[in-house]
């Protein structure tokens, strides 16, 4: 009990820091979608609605996008320096919620973070308008990857490993059919663990391109 009211606490302490301190963006960008395997596999991402103020990151086959309104596939990177991997920051993507003409704000800054399945190891990224935030960054190739930190995999039992945590740039991004919500989309799916347990997934990588 007095464990988990401290947990809570700490965690309380830890998102207030994160609030206030400052953070720099980068964008607004394209994220160009590249099967890793399957070479017809060359789109954009989008925000594809899947609820109020929720979308998922839609997959379009196809050519960068273009028209009067690219909000729909234009995102950002927010980071506060506290945090690289290789040199490259570790922040997270976002995207905004553009509200009614005339309305004051504009927008709403929507992060992305992952929604997890019991029954899956394909998780989907959502982008919201609430305060989880999944750590992500871009390598110097321009390639997104996951910021992770613990790798299970060579435990022991009765072991306890010296320095468990070993953070990692991951690369399990796939674009697959996916249902959340109610809707069925052809979707990028984040694997926690490969391979992805949906058989429609296909490796891809995810490149930032600069509008
Ligand atoms: C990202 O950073 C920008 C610039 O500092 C800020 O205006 C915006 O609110 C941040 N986004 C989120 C979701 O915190
Ligand atoms: C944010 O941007 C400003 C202006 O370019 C720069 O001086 C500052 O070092 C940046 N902060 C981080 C954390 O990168």
């Known amino acids: 009990m007095k464990f988990s009211l401290s947990a809570s ?3 309380l302490a830890a998102s207030a820091v994160q609030a206030q301190q400052p953070q720099n963006q980068t964008g607004p960008f394209f994220l160009h979608i590249t099967g890793k395997d ?6 954009y991402a989008g925000a594809c609605h ?4 929720i979308e998922g990151l839609c997959y379009s086959n196809g050519p960068k996008p273009s028209g009067d309104n690219l909000n729909y596939a ?16 570790v922040g997270f993507l976002s995207w905004n919620l553009q509200l009614a003409q005339g309305s004051d704000p504009a927008f709403v800054p929507s992060p992305m973070s992952f929604t997890f399945s019991t029954t899956s190891n394909v998780a989907q990224p959502m982008f919201g308008t609430g305060s989880s935030q999944q750590s992500v960054g871009f390598d110097k190739d321009g390639k997104l990857f996951v910021y992770g930190a613990l790798d299970d995999a060579t435990f022991k039992p009765d072991n306890r490993p010296p320095n468990p945590y070993q953070p990692k740039a ?3 991004w796939f ?3 996916q249902y ?4 069925y989309y052809h979707a990028v799916g984040w694997a926690t663990t490969l391979p992805p347990h949906n058989p429609t997934c296909q490796a891809v990588d995810i490149t930032q ?3």
């Open 74 to 89: 234009s995102f950002f990177f927010n980071y506060t320096g506290n945090q690289n991997i290789d040199g490259a920051e």
């Open 180 to 183: 959340f919500t109610s809707y």
């Open 209 to 211: 391109v600069m509008i």
């Open 175 to 177: 674009v697959c059919w």
């Open 170 to 172: 991951y690369y399990n």
């Open 50 to 53: 899947a609820g109020a103020a």
């Open 38 to 43: 399957n070479k017809d596999i060359d789109g």
């Open 9 to 11: 606490l700490l965690a």
